[in-house]
């Protein structure tokens, strides 16, 4: 029988893990820009939308005007930027943070870490 105080995680000390740290930075290095860039076109379109009334009441096609492709372009965009971050993390984020997570659970059952 193993000593459950020794078989603890101590979750200080693994968020100082050089593995965990390029988990975090390889996550905020994507999540970060994705954000700036979502919300600065959101904001583009809501000052458009209020102080561009002509610009945004531009026909595009029959009665379709440039302020309805924009915004149902902000529901494409967020479809988008949702698929991208699924991939991205599928392919890069999971499978580092399934070995971070393989160790702490061996590390917890009493095994080595």
Same mark, same amino acid.
């Not at 209020?50 to 026909?59: E, P, S, W």
């Not at 302020?67 to 902000?74: A, E, I, R, S, Y």
């Given at each position: ?38 919300? /600065?076109?959101?904001?583009? &379109? @809501? ?6 009334? !002509?610009?945004? *009441? ?21 479809? /988008?930027?949702?698929?991208? &971050? @699924? ?6 984020? !999971?499978?580092? *943070? ?16």
């Amino acid at each position: 029988m193993t000593d459950p105080v020794s078989t603890r995680v101590d979750f200080l000390v693994e968020e100082e893990n050089p593995d965990f740290k390029a988990l975090k930075r390889k996550r905020f290095s994507v999540v970060i820009p994705l954000s700036i860039g979502f919300m /600065a076109w959101y904001f583009l &379109y @809501v000052i458009l939308s209020t102080y561009a009334h !002509d610009f945004m *009441a531009t026909k595009v096609i029959g009665e379709i005007n440039l302020g309805l492709v924009l915004g149902l372009l902000q529901f494409v965009t967020t479809f /988008a930027i949702t698929m991208f &971050y @699924v991939s991205f993390a599928n392919r890069k984020l !999971d499978p580092p *943070a399934s070995a971070i997570r393989e160790r702490l659970q061996r590390h917890s059952e009493g095994a080595t870490p």
